[in-house]
Structure formats: structure tokens, C-alpha cells
């Protein structure tokens, strides 16, 4: 890293751009959390994908700072021993950076999808898997998650990471000193928050500000509740196989609504959600200011500098319970890799990127969680994603897809979203906001 | 970024000045020869070849494509005839786009123009009248993403805590509570529209400002000795005056204001009622995947601008008759 | 939405002109309502600023005014965004692309336009006005509709059925910016002919007949009498495009070859869309972006506006 500095530096110098005289000396980058372990280095562990010299695969994803860069140090090893550049690009703009590209004929190698809806548009170009990283997959993940990366029967896509979506954030100690239990189900959790509030705390802290995406943490809330009214009905919804008004719909919104317009358990009243940034939604339960915070697993990363996120720490995470008993699920998110060329150093770069080797190294090398069979979770960097790791890994949990990301556009990333809004702001009833939500899903 | 990238560019740029020039010179060749035969067709064939061929390939055959993929449906496999501008005036999303834009284009203009003028004949004469002029023309150099950039530490909100947008930090003095002004309709269309105008005054003030000192004092002088007041001459003389470059202005900030993207993208990426045309033709072909709706969306565009054109035309006829 | 009324000033302002306005006005209400947009204007430049040379941990706390009563300052954020090799730093590689983008992409439409510009208004021939009013016509056609015909032509080439006219351009990495200059060319062109046009449309046309007269050639008019005249007007249009190309957000990233070259304003875009965890740097990575334009177009102002007006003020 300081070689590349100090080559820095000096094309600075020659560049004659007087920008560039600020400060050549300073700072080391912050220490990254994680590194490459040491079975990763070895260049024996990539004979197999063969020698490509000077070729470069190009990538293309929505991950950016430093997530990209515990990516790319993942990566690292397999180009340098088996020659092939990745040209890794972050964008801001995936969504219509792919677009443009697709159709401008400009297609990176390699697109990390992070919506399964929106590869599914890019069909026609994708290039199916091969019988390798087809048996890859197969090896390494669930059924449920191989048919998101499979588009009418062809498999494309094996994932990139995993994310635990169905969590309920909330302090261990403050749980133990007044002696709640974590609670198994959805009656459970409305008991304890019943009592939580007879105890004189706000059971619930709830943030759905988010910019322009503003609404979309409440899209989490309803996905959850009718994940575990039936994964059938789940199914059927993001499928819009039933229409978005249907009754079962409208009466998990409800339900979510039991929380949610409940001026009894919301930190600082239901009026403030839909206007406190979901980055700083849980921060009151450091202050004991409230108990819990319905949030994916990434929001570990998310607590103010200094905080504990651990089981015996300050903050830590319990799984969404169930509504009906028995059952054992999980929401949750993820990049698919998927490619648009059939060279055979792109075919080497995706089979390294579906097997153990790198999905163990990159979750060593910072916060990441992942569900492919093969890999440890005690490896994690962090106590929460080696959680959300095992629970991940785990074959007898039956995950779903967060299912805004798998609805079109219209309704996923936009009324969706303002939907919540209206409706926490009491604006609209839950049938009226399912009505409207109903009415822009495209034809 | 290392020595070889570097020279990977400037070698570049060097290869492509070198070869710009020889073109340039191989069709300054062409343009004598032709001129010394004397057709004047042939010589401004030459002089136009590079600019009608780029403007065809890059802007003539996209546009007819766009009016084209109009008519078609979302993946253009379809041909539907007028549904997609059905949708475009009936959608309440799509109407709301509209109702926007048409705010924007009357309202930026207006109060742009108005400002540049006003702060120009107030800065006129004025001691430092250079410095006044430099500090409100600055924002026309920022780009609009880095506008967009400037006005969100404006107007950020924090619900609770200190607040680092400037102006919840002033209502809080005030000692009301903060508001999340960005996403609050109607008024974040009003707040948007003030990063557009707050680049485009600078334009309205230097241009106007260059042509007061045009008016010929006489005739204001003339105008005072019949006795008119301060606000006649203004109206009656100055602004008549200066009633070209006052169009000028209008018509080049109706023009950026009808094209703006950037500043909706960057600031609520077109929710919250804030969406506009420019930004809603890019998001629904782009990002909802819906190539038909956009190239709409891009045609409505298009629509909006033919009074101007027709405008300019007749000034242009106009000034040719005057000329002769 | 209620409209907004224009500022009542407008209609107690008398006319122009040094001393008179003085004594024509309350003099006093003048000089505060300009002193008011002057600093309404400069606030928020300035706030910027000051945000970027705050350590990143005040950022995030307190809001930049509370700077004058608590002074703190670094240029550590400076220096991660233009030289650290982690994502969201090194920006000197890009502030490199877009010079390396803005040099061919301001040289380029400017000399095509005033090439352009002088047929249109000196060369007589059949269908002249109605190919104006089309170049004119196509100053609004929104550039993000040409982004993907316009790309497929460079990766694609250009075939009529089986007949290839042009096979694809095959660039990769950094000379993709080749492409980034066409485009920026192409767009930039329909502006700078129109402006052009009403300039070199105004030039005396004695002087013109003169030249003629003397048996100057087309080409020999253009090179020795238009060009000389026009030079106010072509710096005026190369300072408009120098800015329209600097601050472009579009055309870079879509035509470049991913992110080793993509310009500046580009890579900012990307770091204000979403307001995620690299925005304590955005104060300083924007003030890398926008002290270059400021600083050219402080001091060419003068250039800047002598070209437009003598252009467009008439017209």
C-alpha cells in the first residue's frame, strides 16, 4: 500500500497540477478489519482455474468504499496467480449504469445483481452457467437460494453475499437486568412489548427516513409478516399472483400496524418514523430510551463508534420470531454474479467467486456475511454476521428473497416505499395504501 | 494512479490533438480547393460536413428513434399506438411530473430573470459593482452535482441533536422543530428550484448588466426632464431597451430548466412529488426498465420547447428583413 | 403550490446608471437588498468550505458555523479524497481524466461550430435557414435519449442489414476516452453554432465585400478576417463548454471504460446519490471538483461575457 502511495505521490508531483501539493506525507489508511487468511495465498489453490496472462475481467456492482475494498482484497490473490486482471467497478447508479451499458452493447463481464428482478431484464444477454459453476452452486447453496439466480429454468447466477434481514435489535443487558425473555413468537414479542411498556419503556424504536428512498425499512416490516404468515402466500405476493390488495395482504399490514401505529410503543411517538433516519433508528436503545429496532443484520455496522455489537455487548440482534409454530425462516438479501461474456477467463472468475475458497476469504477480510454451505461462521470479522452466517448456512432455515427487490420497479422502489409512508404517517388506511400500491403495478 | 497511467493519458491526449489537427488541416485543403473553383455549394459542404455529421449521428437519429420507441410498449416489442401518452396524461405520478415541470419552467425563468435584473440595476455604478457581480455569478461554475451537494447541507435534517443543515439549524434557534424540508411536498419543488436559481441569477445579472450600460443615457435623461418618475423610466425605457437580452436570458434559463436532471437526481431522486420531465423520461427508461414511457416522457419534452422555437424562427425572419 | 410573487423591489427600482440611482432611490434599501443576495449567495459556498476542512467527526456532529466559535481544522479529508487508494479516495486520477477529457472536448466543438457557424451565415446556398433552425431546434433534444444509440454505435459499429459501414471501435480502458470526447462534442455542438452564428451573422458586411473583392477565397476569409474578429465570441463559447464539459455527470461515465476513467463530477455524483457513509468526505471531495471551474471562470469572466453578449444580445 505505501508503494502504490508513494508512486502516488510522484505522479502527483509531475502532474503540474497545484491541487496536488496538498500534503503528500500523511495519512495511513484506517486498518481494515479483516485479512486474507493464510490458505488463500497459496498460488496451489489456483491451479485449477488455469493461467491467463494480461486478460482482464471487468465487474460491475452496486458495493462501494470500503466494502468494495474487502472485496477486492478477497479477489486479490486469484489474479495474481492466475494472471487475470478484475477491474472492479462501483456504481451509485447500478440500475441505469446497466442499462445503458446492456443495450449499448457495452456489457461488463460480470454484473453483481443485487435485485434478482432486475437481472431477470437482462435475460436475453446473460450467459447461462456452465456445468461448473452450475455443480458449484449446487454444492454450495439451498434450493432457495439457487432459484433466484435462475431465470425459467436456466440457472445464471450463483450469489455473491447473504444478508440476514429478519432481525429484532435490542440491548442483552437490559433484556437480562429486567429479565425478558427473547421472544419465539409474534405473540411473545407483543407481550413482552405490552410489558416492556407497563415497565415504563418504549418497547420500539422505528426510522424509515431514508432520502429519496424514504419508506423502505417499513417494506422490511411488512415482508417479514407475511414471510411468516405462509412462504405460499409470500410467494404469490412478490409473484403478484394475488393482487396487492388482496385480504391476506391487507391484514398483515395490520398487524404490522399492532406495532407500528401503536402510540404506546414507539420511541417518541408514530408521528416521528417516517421523519428519523433509519441509519440512527436504534441508537436509543444505547440510552435505554427503548427496547428494540427492527433491522437487517447490516445494521451491525451501523452503531455509533465505540459500541459492542455483540451477544454479551452492548447491542445484539434476535431473529424475527414466528407466527406459526414450527416454522423456521428467514428474509433475506444478496448480489447474484452474473455474466455477459463467455471468455474463459470470465469463466474461471466465476468459478472462483462461487466456490469456498473465496466466499471463506472474503469473510475474513472485513464484515460480510454469506450463506454458501461450505464456508465456517466463526470465521466472521464480527460476532452479528457470524450470527446471521450461521442462521444463513443453516439447510433447515427456509429463506425468501426480500420481496421489494424482486417486485417491478414501480412498485419495489418507489409506491411501495411511499406507501409506508403515508400509511405510518396515518395519512392512509392499510387498505387504501395496498389499493394504491395495487393500482401502479405495471401491466 | 501511477507514472504509466499518467503518461497513458497525456499520450492520449497528445495522440488525439495531433490527430484533430492533421484533420482539421486535411479539410482546410479540401475547403481551397473548392473555393478556388468557386462553388460555393461544394465549399460549405466542407465547412458543415464535420458538424451535420456528428449532429446526425449523435443527436438527429436518436431523436427519431425516441419518437419511434414512443409509440412502442415498455420492451418495444409492441406497437400501442397513443397508450403511452395516454398513461402520461392520465398516471397521477406521471400527471404530478408534469404539473411540476410546468411549475419549474414558468417559475425558475421568471424569478431568475427578474433577480439578475433587479440585482443589476441595483449594482450598477455602485462601488465594487465588480465584486457584487463575481460573488452571485460564482454559482454558474459549480456543476449542478456539486450544487446539489451545497443545498444538502442546507437544508439537512436531523430529527433530534444537533442539526448540521443551516437552515433547520435556524428555525431551531427560532425555537420551533426541525423540518424535513426536502421531503415535504409541495414545498421541496419550491426548495429545488432555489439550487436552479441560485446558479442561474449570476447569468441573468453579468448579461442584463451588460446591456444597461448599453441604454444611451440620453433618452433616460430625456425621460426625466419630461418628468417621469424613477419607475416609468424604468419600465418604459429601460426595460424596453434592454428587451432583447432579456428573451436572451429567459429563453437560454427555459432551456437548462426544461433539461434539468441532475440537481432532482442528486437531491430526492424524484420522490416525494419532485419529479420532473428531463429526470422522469431517465428514470422510467433507465431504471424501470420502461423504454416506451420515456422516450414519451422525452417527446413531451421536445413539445414543450417548439413555442420557443417558433419564436426564435419568426425573430430570425424578422432580423433578416430588418437586414435588408 | 402558490406561485411566488416577485420581490416587490422591482417595481420601486429606478433606472440605471451610477450616481442617479442614488439619487433617484432610497439609496439605503438598494444597498441592503444587494448586500443581501450578494451573501445569500455566498453562504452556502462558502458553509462548504469551511465543511471541508473540518475533521470528519465534527462534520457529522455539528453543522459548519459552529466552526467560528469552535475552530478545528484538518486537511486530512483533502488528502484521503485525492490520494488514498481506497474506494471513495483518489480522485487525482479522475481530476486527471477530466482534464484529459475537457482539452479535446472544448477544442473540438468550438472549431467544427465556427466552421459551421461561418456557412450558415456567409456561404449562400439552397436550404440554408431551414438547416439552422434544425441545429437550432436540436439544442433541446435531452442527451440521455442519445446515450444508448450513440454507445451502440462506438461498441457496435454502424451496419445497414448485411453492409457494414462502420465496424465497432474495439477501445478499451483508457482509450475509451476517445469516445467521451466525441460525445461531448456532439452535444455541445448545436449551442455553439447557434451562438457563433448570431455573432459571426453581425460582422460589418463591407469588410466582407471587401475581402471578396480582393478575390479572397472562402477558406482565405474565414482563416484571415472571420476567425480574428470572431476570437471574443470563441472564447466566450469554449469558456461555456469548458464548464458544461467539467461539470458533466452523464456522458463521462457512460462512455468511458468504467472506473478508471471516469471524470470527476462523475465520481461525485455517485458519492451524493445515495447519502451513505463516505459523506462526512463529500465537503471536500466537491471543492476538489468545483475550485477549477470557479477559479477559470473568475478569470475569464470578462472573456466570458463580452463573447456572449455581442453574440446573443443583439439577436
Not at chain 3, 465570441?233 to 463521462?252: H, P
Request: glycine letters at 8%; a negative charge; proline letters at 5%.
Amino acid at each position: 500500500m505505501s508503494k502504490t502511495r508513494r508512486l502516488m505521490c510522484l505522479a502527483a508531483a509531475t502532474s503540474a497540477l497545484a491541487l496536488a501539493a496538498a500534503a503528500c506525507g500523511a495519512p495511513e489508511e484506517e486498518e481494515s478489519r479483516g485479512e486474507v487468511p493464510a490458505e488463500a495465498e497459496d498460488c496451489a489453490n489456483y491451479e485449477q482455474y488455469g493461467s491467463f496472462d494480461g486478460e482482464t475481467v471487468s465487474i460491475l456492482g452496486s458495493i462501494r468504499d470500503a466494502e468494495a475494498d474487502e472485496m477486492v482484497e478477497a479477489w486479490s490473490f486469484f489474479e495474481e496467480c492466475t494472471g487475470i486482471t478484475i477491474d472492479y467497478e462501483g456504481s451509485g447508479e447500478f440500475e441505469s449504469d446497466m442499462k445503458v451499458r446492456v443495450d449499448g452493447g457495452n456489457a461488463p463481464d460480470i454484473a453483481l445483481f443485487p435485485q434478482p428482478g432486475l437481472m431477470e431484464n437482462f435475460a436475453d444477454d446473460l450467459v447461462p452457467a456452465s456445468d461448473e459453476v452450475n455443480s458449484l452452486a449446487t454444492e454450495g447453496w439451498s434450493e432457495d437460494w439457487l432459484q433466484y439466480g435462475t431465470i425459467d429454468d436456466t440457472f445464471y447466477a450463483p450469489p455473491n453475499s447473504g444478508n440476514a434481514k429478519s432481525f429484532i435489535w435490542y440491548s442483552p443487558s437490559f433484556f437480562a437486568d429486567a429479565g425478558y425473555e427473547v421472544p419465539a413468537t409474534w405473540d411473545e414479542l407483543i407481550s413482552l412489548s405490552d410489558q416492556i411498556a407497563a415497565d415504563g419503556v418504549m418497547p420500539w424504536c422505528v426510522g424509515f427516513e431514508s432520502g429519496g428512498a424514504t419508506g423502505w425499512p417499513g417494506t422490511d416490516w411488512i415482508e417479514d409478516i407475511v414471510l411468516r404468515e405462509g412462504t405460499d402466500l409470500y410467494d404469490q405476493w412478490v409473484n403478484h399472483e394475488i393482487p396487492f390488495n388482496d385480504p391476506q395482504i391487507v391484514a398483515a399490514i395490520e398487524k404490522a400496524g399492532e406495532v407500528l401505529l401503536n402510540e404506546d410503543y414507539i420511541y417518541g411517538g408514530t408521528d416521528t418514523i417516517s421523519s428519523t433516519p433509519f441509519q440512527e433508528g436504534g441508537y436509543a436503545i444505547l440510552d435505554g430510551e427503548c427496547a428494540m429496532h427492527r433491522q437487517a443484520s447490516f445494521y451491525g455496522a451501523m452503531w455509533p463508534g465505540g459500541t459492542t455489537v455483540a451477544e454479551d455487548g452492548d447491542v445484539f440482534a434476535f431473529r424475527f420470531p414466528e407466527s406459526n409454530e414450527g416454522d423456521n425462516t428467514m428474509l433475506v438479501g444478496g448480489e447474484f454474479v452474473a455474466a455477459f461474456n463467455d471468455s474463459e477467463a470470465v469463466e474461471a472468475t466465476r468459478q472462483f467467486l462461487a466456490s469456498e475458497l473465496y466466499h471463506n476469504t472474503r469473510l475474513q477480510t472485513g464484515p460480510w456475511s454469506t450463506a454458501h454451505q461450505g464456508v465456517d461462521p466463526a470465521n466472521a470479522t464480527t460476532p452479528i454476521n457470524e450470527f446471521a452466517t450461521e442462521i444463513l448456512t443453516d439447510p433447515a432455515v427456509t429463506v425468501r428473497f426480500d420481496g421489494s427487490d424482486l417486485m417491478p420497479g414501480e412498485v419495489g422502489a418507489s409506491s411501495f416505499w411511499t406507501g409506508m409512508v403515508q400509511w405510518v404517517d396515518g395519512e392512509k388506511t392499510s387498505e387504501q395504501v395496498a389499493d394504491d400500491i395495487e393500482n401502479s403495478w405495471p401491466n | 494512479m501511477n507514472v504509466s497511467q499518467l503518461t497513458d493519458r497525456f499520450g492520449l491526449l497528445a495522440v488525439g490533438l495531433i490527430a484533430f489537427v492533421v484533420v482539421m488541416l486535411a479539410l482546410y485543403g479540401l475547403a481551397e480547393l473548392a473555393s478556388r473553383r468557386n462553388r460555393s455549394r461544394l465549399v460549405a459542404s466542407v465547412f458543415l460536413f464535420p458538424a451535420v455529421l456528428f449532429l446526425l449521428l449523435g443527436l438527429v437519429y436518436p431523436a427519431v428513434r425516441t419518437i419511434v420507441m414512443s409509440f412502442y410498449s415498455s420492451d418495444g416489442s409492441r406497437f400501442v399506438w397513443l397508450d403511452n401518452y395516454g398513461w402520461a396524461l392520465s398516471d397521477p405520478d406521471a400527471v404530478q411530473t408534469l404539473i411540476n415541470t410546468a411549475l419549474w419552467i414558468i417559475i425558475v425563468p421568471a424569478l431568475s430573470t427578474a433577480l439578475g435584473l433587479v440585482y443589476a440595476v441595483l449594482i450598477d455604478g455602485r462601488r465594487g459593482e465588480r465584486t457584487y457581480k463575481a460573488l452571485v455569478f460564482l454559482p454558474m461554475g459549480i456543476s449542478f452535482v456539486g450544487a446539489s451537494i451545497i443545498w444538502k447541507f442546507i437544508y439537512q435534517y436531523k430529527a433530534t441533536g444537533n442539526q448540521i443543515g443551516l437552515m433547520n439549524q435556524v428555525v431551531v434557534w427560532f425555537g420551533a422543530s426541525p423540518i424535513n424540508w426536502l421531503n415535504t411536498f409541495p414545498m421541496n419543488n419550491l426548495l429545488l428550484m432555489v439550487v436552479l436559481i441560485w446558479i442561474e441569477v449570476g447569468f441573468a445579472t453579468v448579461v442584463l448588466s451588460a446591456a444597461l450600460k448599453g441604454v444611451p443615457l440620453e433618452i433616460i435623461e430625456a425621460a426625466r426632464i419630461d418628468g417621469a418618475s424613477p419607475a416609468q423610466i424604468f419600465w418604459r425605457v429601460t426595460v424596453p431597451s434592454i428587451r432583447s437580452a432579456i428573451v436572451v436570458v429567459a429563453v437560454t434559463v427555459f432551456i437548462a430548466t426544461l433539461k434539468l436532471f441532475d440537481i432532482v437526481r442528486a437531491m430526492t431522486g424524484g420522490h416525494h412529488g419532485t419529479d420532473v420531465l428531463a429526470h422522469n423520461m431517465w428514470d422510467q427508461a433507465f431504471r424501470l426498465g420502461n423504454d416506451g414511457r420515456g422516450a414519451t416522457m422525452a417527446v413531451l419534452l421536445f413539445l414543450l420547447v417548439v413555442p420557443v422555437v417558433i419564436y426564435q424562427v419568426r425573430n430570425m425572419r424578422r432580423q433578416e428583413l430588418e437586414a435588408r | 403550490m402558490s406561485v411566488k410573487t416577485e420581490p416587490e423591489a422591482v417595481s420601486t427600482i429606478g433606472e440605471s446608471r451610477g450616481e442617479r440611482i442614488r439619487r433617484l432611490l432610497s439609496s439605503r434599501l438598494a444597498s441592503a437588498f444587494a448586500v443581501g443576495i450578494a451573501l445569500i449567495w455566498t453562504i452556502p459556498t462558502a458553509g462548504l468550505f469551511i465543511s471541508s476542512l473540518r475533521p470528519e467527526d465534527d462534520i457529522r456532529a455539528t453543522g459548519w458555523w459552529t466552526f467560528f466559535g469552535d475552530p478545528s481544522f484538518t486537511l486530512e479529508t483533502y488528502n484521503y479524497v485525492l490520494y488514498s487508494t481506497s474506494q471513495g479516495g483518489g480522485l487525482i486520477r479522475n481530476l486527471i481524466n477530466t482534464v484529459v477529457i475537457t482539452i479535446p472536448g472544448v477544442i473540438i466543438p468550438v472549431t467544427f461550430a465556427a466552421l459551421a457557424a461561418y456557412a450558415l451565415s456567409w456561404i449562400q446556398f439552397k436550404g440554408r435557414n431551414l438547416l439552422y433552425i434544425g441545429i437550432f431546434t436540436l439544442q433541446v433534444v435531452p442527451l440521455q435519449m442519445a446515450l444508448i444509440p450513440l454507445l451502440s454505435f462506438f461498441s457496435k459499429g454502424l451496419a445497414i442489414g448485411p453492409l457494414t459501414l462502420m465496424p465497432a471501435w474495439q477501445l478499451t480502458g483508457v482509450q475509451t476516452i476517445v469516445q467521451v470526447w466525441i460525445a461531448h462534442s456532439i452535444f455541445g455542438l448545436p449551442l455553439a453554432i447557434y451562438l457563433l452564428h448570431n455573432f459571426m451573422r453581425e460582422l460589418p458586411t463591407d469588410v466582407m465585400e471587401a475581402a471578396r473583392i480582393d478575390g479572397a477565397s472562402h477558406s482565405q476569409i474565414f482563416r484571415k478576417v472571420v476567425l480574428p474578429l470572431v476570437t471574443p465570441a470563441l472564447a466566450s463559447i469554449g469558456i461555456f463548454q469548458f464548464l458544461w464539459v467539467w461539470n458533466d455527470f452523464l456522458v463521462g461515465r457512460t462512455f468511458g471504460g468504467g472506473e478508471a476513467t471516469r471524470p470527476l463530477t462523475a465520481v461525485l455524483g455517485d458519492m451524493a446519490g445515495t447519502w451513505g457513509f463516505g459523506w462526512t468526505r463529500l465537503p471536500a471531495a466537491a471543492f476538489v471538483a468545483i475550485i477549477v471551474p470557479l477559479l477559470v471562470f473568475l478569470l475569464l469572466q470578462r472573456y466570458f461575457v463580452r463573447g456572449l453578449l455581442a453574440g446573443s444580445v443583439k439577436g
